[in-house]
Antibody, heavy 121, light 105 residues
Framework: QVQLQESGPGLVKPSGTLSLTCAVS?????????WSWVRQPPGKGLEWIGE???????KYNPSLKSRATMSVDKSRNRFSLTLTSVTAADTAVYYC??????????????WGKGTTVTVSS | DIQMTQSPSSLSASVGDRVTITCRAS??????LNWYQQKPGKAPKLLIY???SLQSGVPSRFSGSGSGTDFTLTITNLQPEDFATYYC???????FGQGTRLEIK
């Protein structure tokens, strides 16, 4: 059974860098899945941040304007998100998720419980 | 960018009702459409993928339909555990709709 667990600092200063990790259990991160990050500001909807394949291939939401970077650590079976130049608008619950499917029929079928990140001085 | 617009934004219904939530894409996305359910303080849960395929373990009272730009999530015989927020998502670049909050009448 695939399980995901997010971790990282709950508080980040404005203009600083947000760094989160998603630990994967129950499946190898080198399996045929993409690995994704989604966030949800307080009281608002869901926003896709980006995804990464075990090969290191990435796709990002253009709205983040190159502030996001994702990486994979195969030895620890986990993947990470870094978001630079954060502002209060980046305050959100951050979720990691597996992306399954193929041929554009992709879907996020397993989610972590989420971790809250607040951007404040 | 493909925009996803859901309607209504909120909806009140009673146990046993049949409800329909609509999702409209700003351009043709064929059947690359997923639906998620989210309860307060919880992660989203996949209900339906690829327009109409029911995720394992999801009750058959949930169904999805549509094509191109107009899509529908239908829930028949509403149960107490169905009151939640629902999101559609297109799977080209994973844009989500703004959500539809389903409340108890």
């Amino acid at each position: 059974q695939v399980q995901l667990q997010e971790s990282g600092p709950g508080l980040v200063k404005p203009s600083g860098t947000l760094s989160l990790t998603c630990a994967v259990s129950g499946v190898s991160i080198s399996s045929a899945n993409w690995w994704s990050w989604v966030r949800q500001p307080p009281g608002k909807g869901l926003e896709w941040i980006g995804e990464i394949y075990h090969s290191g291939s990435t796709k990002y939401n253009p709205s983040l304007k190159s502030r996001a970077t994702m990486s994979v650590d195969k030895s620890r079976n986990r993947f990470s998100l870094t978001l630079t130049s954060v502002t209060a608008a980046d305050t959100a619950v951050y979720y990691c998720a597996t992306v399954s499917g193929g041929g554009y029929y992709y879907y996020m079928d397993v989610w972590g419980k989420g971790t809250t990140v607040t951007v404040s001085s | 960018d493909i925009q996803m617009t859901q309607s209504p934004s909120s909806l009140s219904a009673s146990v046993g009702d049949r409800v329909t939530i609509t999702c409209r894409a700003s351009q043709n996305i064929n059947s690359y459409l997923n639906w998620y359910q989210q309860k307060p303080g919880k992660a989203p849960k996949l209900l339906i993928y690829a327009l109409s395929s029911l995720q394992s373990g999801v009750p058959s009272r949930f169904s999805g339909s549509g094509s191109g730009t107009d899509f529908t999530l239908t829930i028949t015989n509403l149960q107490p555990e169905d009151f939640a927020t629902y999101y559609c998502q297109q799977s080209y670049m994973y844009t989500f709709g703004q959500g539809t909050r389903l409340e108890i009448k």
